[in-house]
C-alpha cells in the first residue's frame, strides 16, 4: 500500500512533469524521503553485509552532476537548473530502492505488488474519463485516454508496466489465491487501457517485455494462460468501443459521449466480473494437479504453431497488399525516418499507421548534436536551441527519445556516462538475477576468464527479480521512443524497480529440483561462502542473517550525516525556481497597490534564481511600470547576455525598443528570428520594427540578406575544403556601421 501510494501520489500530483509548481512539491518529497532512508539504510546495515549498487548510483549522480553543470554552457540555463533537480529526485528515488533492498530483501513482494496496484488505479481512472466524460474530463475533444497525465502515452507505458507485474501475479506458484486470481481482471484491465490510448510505443513495449518476460521466466504456461484468458475479456470490450464513433472519433459532442461512455462502463464492470470468476475459479480448482511433462510439451508446441501462423498470416497480408511485401516493407520504413511523412490522426487508426513526427524531432536533436557535439546544448536545451533548426512552427519540449535527447542536451559526454550506468547497472542487476544462468567466473592458476554455468533455483523471489527486471525493460523500450522518462509517474517505476535489481545481491542456491517458483524451491543448500553462489548477509526468505549493529558505528554516522546534509542541500536547490516564479507572480500583483514592494519582490525572484529569464523579465516590467525605464532596458540587456542563443531574450528586448528606438528593435529582433526563423509573431514584429524605422533599416535589413545570400553561396562553393561541422549554424551577416552599432549597445 506504501509502494502504491508513492507512485499514485507521483502520479496524480505531477501529472506529465510540465507543471513546474507540482513536480517541485514531488521532487521535494522524493528528495527528503529517499534521503532518510538512505541514511537510515546506511546505519542499520548489518555487521558484515555487503552494500550492493553503489557504482550505479554513483554513475546516476554522475550524470546529475553533468546536468547541473551545464548551467554553464546551456542555451537555456534556467531550464538546466530545473531539469537538475528532476535528476537529483531521480538519483535519490534510486538510491532509496538500492537501501531498502540492503535492510529488507525480503519486500520485494511489496514493491511489485504495489506496482500492479498503483497501475490498477491509473488505469481505472484512464478508463472511467471515458466512461463519465461529463463528470471527469468534459473539455477533452481527444478519442485517446490520456488521463491522469495528460498524455496518452503514459497512460499507455503504465498499463504496459503493470500488465508485465500482472503477469507475475498470475502466474506465480506462492502466495495466496484469490490474490493471484486477482491478476486477470488487473490485466484485463490494463489491455483495455493500453488498446484505447492507441500508443504504438506503449504497445511495442509490452510485447518487447512480455517476450522478455516469456524467455527468462519459467512459468510460461502459466503466464500465456493469464495473458489468453484476460485477453478474451478484454478483447470484446476494445472491438465495441472501436465500433463506436462517438467513443473511437474526435470532436464529438458531450452528450454523445456521456451515453455511449456509460454503455461502455457497464461492458468493463461486466469484463471485471467476468474475469474476476474465471481467475478464482482457475487459481483454486485450475491448479490442483501438476500436469505431465507431455503435456506442458504439447501445450507449448500448439502455442508455438499459434505464434507461426499468426506470422505467416502478416507476412501473407503484407505480399497481397498493392505494394507487395518488399513494397510494403520499403514504404513503411521511409515513412518511419522521413521527417515530413503524414501523421496519423488521434484514432484507432494510428494503431496499424507507421508514419510518426518523432523522425522530424530526432532530426532536429542530431542536428543540435552536431553544432554542439561535445557537451551539448546542456541540460533541458533542446527546447531552445531546435527553435533554429525546426522547420515547422510547432512547439515541442522534448526530442520524444531518451538517446536522441540526450545527445542534443549533453552531448558525448552525456552519451558516455549513460552507456558506463546502463553497463554498470547490468553488471549489479545480473548478480541477482542471472537471467542466462551462467557468470563470468576466473581462476587464479592458470590465469583465465570464462562465462561458465551457474544454475540457481527459479525460487520465488527469482522469479519476482526476473519480473521487474521485464517491468525495467519495458520502461527502457518505451523510454528509447519517448519522453516519458520525464513522466514521474512511469520513471519512479522504472526507477524503483532498477534500483531495487541493482541493491539486491546475489541470492540463494535454493533446490534446484523443486518446480520453478515453489515453496520447495526456496528451500536454501548450505551456505557457502567459498564459491560465491550465496551472499554471507542473506537467509532462506531474503531476510539478513547477520547481526544489527549493537552500536553505530562513526564512520556510519559521518557518512549518514553527509546524506542527510547533502538531501537537505539537493532539496533547498529543488525549491529556489519555484519559490523564483512565486517571487515574480507576488511582484505583478502588488505593482498596481505598492510599487516599492513589487520592485522588492521582483528582485527577490532574480536573486533566487539568477538564471531565469522570466525572473529578469518581470523585474524589467516592475523597473518599466515605477519609472526606471533605463534601469529596465538595462536589466533586459543582462537577459539577452545571459541567454544570448535564446530568441525570446531577443525579442523581448527589440519589443521593449521598438516605440522608443526602432532602428535598435530592428537589430534585436533580426536576431531573434535568426534563432527562430519559422515564427510567425516574431516575423510579424520584425516587419513592425522595419517600418518604424524608416526606409534606411529596410536597405540595411536588405544588404544583410544578399550579404548572408553571398556567404551561403561561397560555403557551398568551398564544402569541399571547409572543416565547418555539419549543422553549425552561420552567423549573421551585417554591414561595418551594422556591427559598430550593435557592438557599442553591447
Keep these: 500500500m506504501a509502494v502504491a501510494g508513492l507512485l499514485c501520489l507521483a502520479t496524480f500530483l505531477a501529472g506529465g512533469g510540465l507543471n513546474l509548481a507540482w513536480m517541485t512539491t514531488l521532487e521535494l518529497i522524493l528528495t527528503l524521503l529517499a534521503g532518510a532512508i538512505l541514511a537510515g539504510a546506511i546505519v542499520l546495515l548489518p555487521e558484515g553485509a555487503r552494500a550492493y549498487g553503489v557504482w550505479p548510483i554513483a554513475l546516476l549522480l554522475a550524470f546529475t552532476s553533468l546536468a547541473a553543470l551545464s548551467v554553464a554552457w546551456s542555451v537555456a540555463p534556467d531550464a538546466s537548473w530545473q531539469d537538475a533537480g528532476r535528476m537529483l529526485s531521480y538519483s535519490a528515488a534510486f538510491a532509496a530502492a538500492v537501501a531498502v533492498a540492503w535492510i529488507a530483501p525480503g519486500g520485494w513482494r511489496a514493491l511489485l505488488g504495489g506496482i500492479v496496484l498503483a497501475a490498477a488505479a491509473v488505469c481505472t481512472y484512464a478508463l472511467l474519463t471515458k466512461a463519465l466524460p461529463n463528470q471527469l474530463d468534459a473539455a477533452d475533444t481527444y478519442a485517446r485516454l490520456q488521463q491522469p497525465y495528460g498524455y496518452w502515452n503514459a497512460i499507455g507505458l503504465t498499463a ?54 516469456m524467455a527468462l521466466v519459467p512459468l510460461r504456461l502459466r503466464g500465456v494462460r493469464v495473458l489468453v484468458v484476460a485477453a478474451l475479456g478484454a478483447g470484446p470490450v476494445i472491438a465495441w468501443d472501436f465500433a463506436k464513433s462517438a467513443l473511437k472519433d474526435e470532436a464529438v459532442g458531450i452528450v454523445a459521449r456521456t451515453t455511449a461512455g456509460h454503455q461502455f462502463g457497464v461492458l468493463l464492470a461486466a469484463m ?30 500448439a502455442i508455438a504453431a499459434l505464434i507461426a501462423l499468426a506470422l505467416a498470416g502478416a507476412v501473407g497480408a503484407l505480399a497481397m497488399s498493392s505494394r507487395g511485401l518488399t513494397g510494403t516493407i520499403s514504404h513503411d520504413l521511409s ?23 518523432r523522425a522530424r524531432y530526432w532530426k532536429e ?68 538475477t542471472h537471467p542466462f544462468n551462467r557468470r563470468w567466473s576466473a581462476r587464479r592458476s592458470p590465469p583465465t576468464l570464462a562465462w561458465r554455468s551457474h544454475s540457481l533455483a527459479y525460487t520465488p523471489e527469482r522469479i519476482g527479480l526476473l519480473s521487474m527486471l521485464s517491468i525495467v525493460v519495458t520502461f527502457g523500450v518505451h523510454s528509447f521512443v519517448d519522453w516519458t522518462w520525464y513522466v514521474p509517474g512511469d520513471a519512479l517505476v522504472g526507477l524503483l524497480c ?145 541567454q544570448p542563443s535564446n530568441p525570446e531574450t531577443w525579442s523581448t528586448l527589440g519589443e521593449y525598443d521598438l516605440h522608443t528606438d526602432p532602428a535598435a528593435a530592428v537589430h534585436e529582433l533580426r536576431a531573434a528570428v535568426y534563432l527562430d526563423p519559422q515564427s510567425i509573431p516574431l516575423q510579424n514584429v520584425y516587419v513592425e520594427a522595419l517600418r518604424a524605422a524608416g526606409p534606411s533599416s529596410t536597405a540595411s535589413a536588405a544588404d544583410s540578406r544578399a550579404a548572408a545570400s553571398t556567404q551561403k553561396r561561397k560555403r557551398r562553393a568551398l564544402a569541399s575544403s571547409t572543416a565547418r561541422a555539419p549543422g553549425t549554424p552561420p552567423a549573421p551577416r551585417t554591414s561595418t556601421s551594422s556591427k559598430r552599432k550593435s557592438a557599442s549597445r553591447s
Design 498 to 642: 532498477a534500483g531495487w535489481l541493482a541493491g539486491r545481491g546475489p541470492l540463494p542456491r535454493g533446490n534446484l529440483l523443486a518446480p520453478a517458483g515453489s515453496r520447495g524451491a526456496a528451500a536454501t543448500a548450505t551456505n557457502s561462502a567459498t564459491n560465491g553462489s550465496i551472499a554471507p548477509s542473506t537467509s532462506t526468505h531474503g531476510a539478513p542473517s547477520s547481526r544489527r549493529p549493537t552500536r553505530i558505528e562513526p564512520l556510519r554516522l559521518a557518512i549518514a550525516i553527509v546524506v542527510v546534509a547533502g538531501t537537505l542541500l539537493a532539496a533547498w536547490t529543488e525549491w529556489q525556481p519555484q519559490r523564483s516564479v512565486d517571487a515574480s507572480e507576488q511582484a505583478l500583483a502588488l505593482l498596481r497597490r505598492n510599487p516599492v514592494a513589487a520592485l522588492s519582490a521582483a528582485q527577490a525572484a532574480v536573486q533566487r534564481d539568477p538564471l531565469s529569464a522570466t525572473a529578469l523579465f518581470r523585474l524589467a516590467a516592475v523597473q518599466h511600470e515605477t519609472g526606471q525605464s533605463a534601469l529596465a532596458r538595462a536589466t533586459l540587456e543582462k537577459a539577452v547576455h545571459m
Design 335 to 357: 515513412s518511419l525516418t522521413d521527417p515530413n511523412a503524414k501523421v496519423p490522426a488521434n484514432t484507432a487508426g494510428r494503431l496499424t499507421a507507421v508514419g510518426s513526427v
Design 365 to 432: 536533436a542530431l542536428e543540435i548534436f552536431q553544432a554542439h557535439p561535445a557537451l551539448g546544448a546542456g541540460a533541458a536545451g533542446y527546447e531552445t536551441a531546435r527553435l533554429r533548426y525546426r522547420t515547422v512552427p510547432i512547439d515541442v519540449r522534448q526530442a520524444h527519445g531518451y538517446a536522441v535527447q540526450t545527445l542534443a542536451d549533453l552531448g558525448i559526454a552525456g552519451l558516455a556516462l549513460t552507456i558506463g550506468l546502463l553497463f554498470a547497472w547490468m553488471a549489479a542487476t545480473g548478480r541477482s
Design 160 to 213: 504496459a508496466m503493470g500488465a508485465i507485474g500482472c503477469l507475475w501475479l498470475g502466474a506465480r506458484r506462492s502466495g495466496h489465491a484469490l490474490l493471484s486470481a486477482l491478476a486477470y481482471p488487473a490485466l484485463g484491465l490494463m489491455l483495455v487501457t493500453l488498446m484505447l490510448a492507441y500508443s504504438r510505443g506503449a504497445l511495442a513495449a509490452f510485447v518487447v517485455g512480455t517476450v522478455v518476460w
Design 272 to 301: 471485471l466480473i467476468a474475469l474476476a470468476l474465471a481467475g478464482t475459479a482457475i487459481g483454486f480448482f485450475g491448479d490442483r494437479r501438476t500436469p505431465r511433462r507431455s503435456t506442458r510439451r504439447a501445450a507449448g508446441y
